[in-house]
């Protein structure tokens, strides 16, 4: 993972250094200037405009400039409370105005240059991402050792640009949050094994009711196609005929009783989605879960059975909430610093917490948070949460923890995109796709098959 660091663990992070603090300006000056340098291509008759404020962000670009003119760059140097409007046009502007402690509005000067910003585009709320004023908008942000929230959440997701890490020798290793990557997926699902057999990653998805048909559907197909050995699907509503040949149909009333031994069989549960809010059907909803030992996903209209303070503390739970469901769960919205709410959340129903949006962020009950930026708007469409639902309810069924299948889940489900087309996504593309991604991310590439030809 690519840690994360929000305002007050980077200020402890600084202060805890093993450096001064004049080594560090130096060090991220270096690195401003080198990355300007690969910017503009060279050094010779390049122009670039460096807007630098009154705070160690102002001394990063001060030493960067300094750098920039040794090596024969023609550098204009503005203070950040003196700039123009308009800045003159130049090969690149470096943008080390104000960093991550701004809290007040700041209107950037105009340009039409590139613009390479110095750990957060000036403007930009460290924590949220939340525009303040007009900030620059930057086709590159360099920063030191960790990512901040700013750089992945609202606006500030958009005017980051391109993200360059650094490391300064700054220590990182306490860090509880982290932003994910393919080479964590293949770390966290567990390939299954030349002895598996159906039943050592069997997964039941319990969903649909009239109308919400679809729902079932797509859940347990995902569930399939991401690596569930056996899928039963049951719904206290509704019949559904057009289920993959494959999955097991198994009938279940309202009261949701099912033998004991018979939970015990599965390995992960799925429950909710399209499930519809009778309720007789979520209080036989509650009493069963309550009954399962194993992992279980909780989605949709599964979320409408419980407050906050009726999921049971067994730590084996995940929430997928929108920002709607979060609001049932909590009473109030997640608040622009989402990380936060996230952990909040997660601490209060003692489950993981995974938050669908723009940016996903998953947190356990402890603050272990993991956060991801692989989707986009296309996942905005009916459907794509019941995907994302089975996803995870495979990834569990594979035996990965909670807090980790949750967060691949939802890597995955961005990941798909890559192979679709720029508009009319729809959820059953996702799942066509599904197995594509999983392949080019190398999940189970332990069984030796690497080109078509193995296939025989």
């Not at 799925?270 to 979520?282: D, H």
């Amino acid at each position: 993972m690519i840690p994360i660091a929000d305002i007050e663990e980077i200020r402890e992070i600084d202060r805890s250094s093993q450096y001064s603090p004049e080594v560090l300006i130096e060090r991220a000056g270096a690195a401003v200037a080198r990355s300007a340098l690969r910017e503009l291509g060279g050094a010779y008759g390049r122009r670039v405009v460096v807007v630098a404020g009154k705070g160690s962000n102002g001394e990063d670009g001060r030493v960067a400039a300094r750098r920039l003119q040794r090596r024969g760059v023609r550098v204009h140097l503005f203070d950040a409370d003196e700039s123009p409007e308009e800045l003159p046009e130049v090969d690149l502007v470096i943008d080390a105005a104000y960093g991550t402690g701004l809290k007040r509005p700041y209107e950037a000067p105009k340009t039409n240059s590139t613009v390479l910003s110095v750990d957060l585009p000036s403007g930009v709320d460290g924590d949220t991402g939340k525009a303040l004023g007009r900030p620059f908008e930057a086709k590159r942000t360099l920063t030191f050792n960790a990512l901040k929230p700013g750089h992945l959440l609202s606006e500030g997701a958009c005017l980051s640009g391109e993200l360059e890490i650094v490391d300064i020798g700054l220590e990182t290793s306490s860090l509880s949050c982290g932003l994910v990557t393919s080479a964590d997926i293949q770390k966290w699902i567990p390939s299954r094994p030349q002895d598996s057999h159906k039943w050592k990653s069997a997964c039941w998805v319990i969903a649909g009711s009239n109308g919400m048909e679809g729902a079932a559907v797509l859940a347990v197909t995902a569930a399939q196609r991401a690596g569930a050995g056996y899928v039963r699907f049951s719904s206290p509503e509704v019949e559904i005929s057009e289920l993959p040949l494959e999955a097991v149909s198994f009938p279940l009333q309202r009261s949701f009783s099912i033998d004991e031994n018979e939970i015990k069989r599965f390995k992960s549960f799925v429950v909710g989605p399209g499930l519809g809010r009778n309720q007789e059907v979520l209080n036989g909803l509650k009493r069963l879960i309550g009954e399962i030992k194993c992992p279980v996903v909780l989605d949709g209209d599964a979320l409408h059975a419980f407050t906050k303070n009726e999921f049971p503390k067994n730590r084996q739970i995940i929430l997928t909430p929108h920002e709607g469901e979060f609001e049932k769960i909590m009473g109030e919205l997640p608040s622009p610093d989402r990380i936060n709410s996230v952990r909040e959340c997660a601490e209060k129903t003692g489950a993981v917490v995974l938050l669908k949006g723009p940016t996903t962020v998953v947190s356990d009950p402890e603050g272990k948070t993991r956060v991801i930026n692989s989707g986009d708007q296309r996942l905005a469409t009916a459907g794509s949460g019941d995907v994302l639902a089975g996803i995870i309810g495979a990834f569990l069924a594979r035996g990965a923890c909670p807090l980790e299948a949750a967060a691949s889940g939802a890597y995955v489900h961005g990941q798909i995109l890559s192979r679709l087309n720029s508009t009319g996504v729809v959820a059953t593309d996702l799942v066509s796709c599904l197995i594509q991604a999983l392949v080019e991310l190398g999940l189970d590439k332990d069984l030796g098959v690497t080109d078509e030809t193995d296939l025989g």
